[in-house]
T-cell receptor, first 110, second 117 residues
Framework: GQNIDQPTEMTATEGAIVQINCTYQTSGFNGLFWYQQHAGEAPTFLSYNVLDGLEEKGRFSSFLSRSKGYSYLLLKELQMKDSASYLCAVRDYRDDKIIFGKGTRLHILP | NAGVMQNPRHLVRRRGQEARLRCSPMKGHSHVYWYRQLPEEGLKFMVYLQKENIIDESGMPKERFSAEFPKEGPSILRIQQVVRGDSAAYFC???????????????FGQGTRLTVV
């Protein structure tokens, strides 16, 4: 089976940097995704990592270590609109199923 | 190129009625995932389908729930004899990939919010 853990809630200040961690356990790893979801809306894709290392995309970066079963999403220069839930998801090679963690609710303070 | 289309966006059903949720994947996508989300919670996997084939339904309740993805037309998630506990947002996502291929993202529809009264 698969198990994905991420913190339930985090709070950060506008303009600051925040790192959201995700740990996972799966037998057939085939990529890790980060999605952003605003309340009442659909999840939108942020990043995809399948190899170890850091992927940078504007203010958002995502890191993966397959040997440690660990990823993080780094958000820089935080803006109020970044207040949302951030979902970590893992794809299984054997059945292509994408399983989500419970999400981290990020609160941005002015 | 239209995104993933779900309808209806909002659905109200009385206890005991049937709910039918539709999902049209993005053009060229042959794989569909259904997820359920309760308020303040994450996305819970329900079922994964290809055209005319259920790949994995391990997350779907054994009774009252069924899903299909016919050769023509949208994928349908069907809930029979709905109960209050079925009230949730149901999201559909589509992907172009088959088993064993390198993954890219799944694209989500706007969801159907089911309310059982």
């Amino acid at each position: 089976g698969q198990n994905i853990d991420q913190p339930t809630e985090m709070t950060a200040t506008e303009g600051a940097i925040v790192q959201i961690n995700c740990t996972y356990q799966t037998s057939g790893f085939n990529g890790l995704f980060w999605y952003q979801q605003h309340a009442g809306e659909a999840p939108t894709f942020l990043s995809y990592n399948v190899l170890d290392g850091l992927e940078e995309k504007g203010r958002f970066s995502s890191f993966l270590s397959r040997s440690k079963g660990y990823s993080y999403l780094l958000l820089k220069e935080l803006q109020m609109k970044d207040s949302a839930s951030y979902l970590c998801a893992v794809r299984d090679y054997r059945d292509d199923k994408i399983i989500f963690g419970k999400g981290t609710r990020l609160h941005i303070l002015p | 190129n239209a995104g993933v289309m779900q309808n209806p966006r909002h659905l109200v059903r009385r206890r005991g009625q049937e709910a039918r949720l539709r999902c049209s994947p993005m053009k060229g996508h042959s794989h569909v995932y259904w997820y359920r989300q309760l308020p303040e919670e994450g996305l819970k996997f329900m079922v994964y389908l290809q055209k005319e084939n259920i790949i994995d339904e391990s997350g779907m309740p054994k009774e009252r729930f069924s899903a299909e993805f016919p050769k023509e037309g949208p994928s349908i998630l069907r809930i029979q004899q709905v109960v209050r506990g079925d009230s949730a947002a149901y999201f559909c996502a589509s992907s172009p990939l088959g088993q064993g291929a390198m993954g890219t993202e799944a694209f989500f529809g706007q969801g159907t919010r089911l309310t059982v009264v």
